[in-house]
């Protein structure tokens, strides 16, 4: 009888972690104290070099199409992120290179989402504003055709000290219902100070 009840408490208990174990693990942290931002990147990922390109970018290390990277920008004048333009705009612009040049030839990512000459088309898809610790981030996503595929990219951009910092994370489309949670949750960490 003493075991019988065991048993039971032990299927009981191992149901019930069960149910608290997230779907997204295996996430690493990545920090940049010399210019003041951070973020949450899938283990596995390992970091490139992009001469002249993005700040930080990681790659997955079995699909290399997917990546995350941080791009700074100069902002003029004492600019909030909202002086930029609501989620829309901003998004919209960031779309369609209003906000910034795009990286030299041979970057895997640039300051906007489709280039000049890219031979890429983003929609936005969808646009969101978020504060965390006292700081507005706007969280935007954009269906990207290329010549050869379709993709899918997330982004968040804030402004601190008198940078534009936007963070992109991309796959394809295929991928996307797969790792959608883990990019979501990328997205969200990412912070500015």
Not at 83 to 100: F, H, Q, R, W
Not at 122 to 131: G, I, Y
Request: proline share 6%.
């Amino acid at each position: 009888m003493l075991k019988r009840i065991a048993a039971i408490l032990l299927v009981v208990l191992s149901l019930s972690l069960t149910g608290c174990v997230s779907k997204v693990t295996g996430l690493k942290s990545y920090v940049d104290t010399g210019d003041g931002y951070q973020f949450l990147y899938p283990n596995g990922w390992l970091p490139i070099a992009v001469p002249n390109g993005p700040d930080v970018v990681f790659r997955d290390l079995i699909q290399q199409t997917e990546n995350v990277s941080v791009v700074i920008s100069p902002v003029t004048g004492n600019k909030t992120l909202a002086d930029l333009g609501t989620p829309t705009e901003v998004g919209y612009k960031l779309s369609k290179n209003a906000l910034a040049k795009p990286a030299p030839t041979g970057a895997t990512s640039t300051k906007t989402i489709a280039p000049t000459d890219s031979g890429r088309q983003a929609e936005l898809v969808n646009a969101e504003s978020r504060e965390s610790r006292s700081k507005n981030y706007y969280i935007l996503e954009y269906a990207v055709k290329l010549p050869n595929q379709e993709r899918h990219n997330l982004a968040s951009v804030a402004i601190s000290r008198g940078k534009l910092f936007t963070l992109n994370v991309s796959t394809t489309e295929e991928r996307w219902p797969k790792v959608k949670e883990a990019f979501e949750k990328v997205v969200k960490s990412f912070s500015v100070y």
